[in-house]
């Protein structure tokens, strides 16, 4: 008998809109539906501006969306929580407390002893080999390191479902492939669920079992891609240019869409209608 | 040595425009005898008591605008007003409601670092980065927790500028209120000074004065330094 699959996140119909000075409500979300597997690692690419962020906040409990329903385990999501932590683009470190402290700060709030929540952010902090800046503050490091505190901080929660957003799109390109190897490290070795937000498609590829293409304006999905070999380790080369033409093909269109919309703009800015009816088409579709 | 000399051979007497060896013997035994170190003691215990009162009173008022926004719609503005009003001003009312005693006093100097202090912390928490914020959300922070350990940290260096101004406020507040008052103090033994006219315990004073309030700036910066370090 083959392994049974258990959904463990269900995103159920979820439509979002945010009010906008000039247009009124902006739909930024239209009827999103998305299972996610028991540790399966899932990305999310596509434009910016698409609401993939406003997606991963949604399922955290940071923002309410206003139709639909987010089900974590079958449990429906009614506000933050810390089975569900995120990783935000900037590291969030607190300033004033130390990395031992940032990293010990949630499992202290769990009621966790001192000693043990210390012991656990210690060994924690050696699985992102930080073990010798325990006791500096976040405004010593360099931003992977923080960047690598701040994924300790949340893995050491033992969250269910980790959200991860945009996490490692600040960093520099060595810095993001040497934490490419550790995520992928760290979940093997805890089997996490990880919804990963980003707009760089080969860093999709490369980490994730699933991929989830998002369309713009309204954000919708448009494909998903799943590719299997990343169970058994690396992925060969071949396989994986391949897969990523096909994602970047599906997301032609949406770049596109964003570049007209903004090119567009900002040329009527400059020389009158010229393009007005261009920009003007450009939602009609939809 | 430029006023020693000026002091020596003006025609001004000598209680009006005493030399600099005159004023530190004055402070020298103002010091020694008591007089002065009892006024120092009388004024930074009003000061203490007036500062700590103005500081809970000013967080308190803060957190209510910045959290809700009745209170800021409606108190807000109102703070702004009255920070403009110096707070010696509030002296004649005060002495009708207190009397001419301690109480006015403290009253006023509360008064001069309150609105500041509200000010700096409503601005301070109302800066702190949503970042932060949602980090310690979905940590599982909330309630007083998440007061204590992410708003009010992270709205310590505006709160320690106000701090500064409140200060500066109620230390002038201070000495207005003891020169027109009574009961003791550094303000009150500057009037001392002019009824008596003597000129070399006014200064005396304000030398004092000098050094303590240099004093607290000092404090103050260093102790940014350590929280922020």
Known sequence: MKGEIIVYLTIDGIEKSFPHQKKGQVKVLDNINLEVEKGQFVSIVGPSGCGKSTLLYLVAGLEKADKGEIRIAGKKVTGAGPERVVVFQEDGLF??????????????LKGM?????????????????LSNYTNAHPHQLSGGMKQRVSIARALVMEPDILLMDEPFAALDEQTRMVLHNELIEIWKKTHVTILFITHNIREAVLLSERIVVFETRPGKIKATFSSNTMKDGIMPNDIMFHLEQK??????????????????????????SLHRDSSGDLGSHI | MIWEVTSRFSSLPDFMFPSLTQVLKTLFTGIVNGQITIAIVKSMSRLLIGFSVAILIGLTLGYLIWRFKLVEDTLGFLVTALQSIPSIVWFPLAIIWFGLNDFSILFIVTIGATWTMTISATSGFKNVPTLYQRVAKTLGSNGLHFLRTVILPASVPQIISGLR?????????????????????????????????????????????????????????????????
């Open chain 2, 165 to 229: 101004i409140a200060w500066a406020f109620s230390w002038r507040a201070l000495m207005a209120g003891e020169l027109l008052g009574s009961g003791g103090g550094l303000g009150h033994l500057l009037e001392t000074g002019r009824s008596l006219g003597q000129m070399d315990l006014v200064i005396s004073v304000m030398i004092i004065i000098g050094i303590i309030g240099t004093m607290m700036y000092l404090r103050c910066d260093k102790g940014c330094r350590i929280a922020f370090s």
């Open chain 1, 95 to 108: 300033p004033w407390l130390t990395v031992l402290e940032n990293v010990t700060y949630g499992l202290l």
């Open chain 1, 113 to 129: 002893p001192k000693k043990l929540a210390e012991k656990k952010a210690l060994d924690m902090l050696k699985m992102v080999h």
């Open chain 1, 247 to 272: 994602i970047l093909v599906s997301l032609q269109d949406e770049i596109e869409k964003v570049l007209k919309e903004e090119m567009g703009d900002d040329y009527i800015f400059k020389t009158g």
